[in-house]
């Protein structure tokens, strides 16, 4: 029998972007954020726009429950190179694009949600916004659509070379054939719904799954994909 084996495992990451190196802000504002999810153990992927000691920003991660687990090549590729740390390909750029509209719900933690169209801020400690995108054209090669606190409705499909993001649920009433990600940041409870599925990448939570491996019978299908009790993606078509 052979000593070494290579089997295949989801793992759920996150990617995190740094627009600052004082460390001090770091932990103030990832504290504050990691407050509001469950985000201990998660493995995360470090890209900058800023020069960083990347070590003491790793030392710093790990401090915070977070497992980093490679950079994304640029400004840090070379230092991370120097101490043998993972370097993953920078992105090809996408268009970020803004939503047609948003309707802005003030969610009390305690207590039942209050909507609101006026304000995007908490209206106290205990509330948090959860925001839903609605976006009317297709989304074109090379546009990208995110929202990091909330749903995406897309009333048209999307183009191969798209992507849609959404920390919540997202609904798409066309057609699919760029990439789908629910849950970022770790929403296991986030769905996806689309009218027609011929996607190349569906993930919930980082959890995914590419176009090969979709099963047949839900292709070009109305599909509900969701996360099993084994936290693996389920594909159920609709009867519509």
Known sequence: MADIRITGRMVNFSRITFDTNDHDVIRQQLSNILNEGSYQGTVVIIDSTVEQELIALIQLLVSLGLQPMAVIDGILGDEARAIQFPVLPADQPLQRI???????????????????????????????????????????TGQSLVQDQGDIILKAGMNSGSEVIASGNIHIYGTVRGRVIAGAGGHAAARIFCQSLEAELVSIAGTYCVA???PKHVVKKPVHIYLNEKQELEFEALEL
């Open 98 to 140: 803004k939503a047609t509209a948003e309707q802005v719900a003030i969610v009390e933690k305690a207590a039942p949600a209050q909507v609101s169209t006026e304000t995007k801020k908490p209206l106290n400690n205990n509330a948090v916004a959860h925001i839903t995108s609605y976006h009317d054209e297709i989304l074109r």
């Open 212 to 214: 090969d491996d979709i």
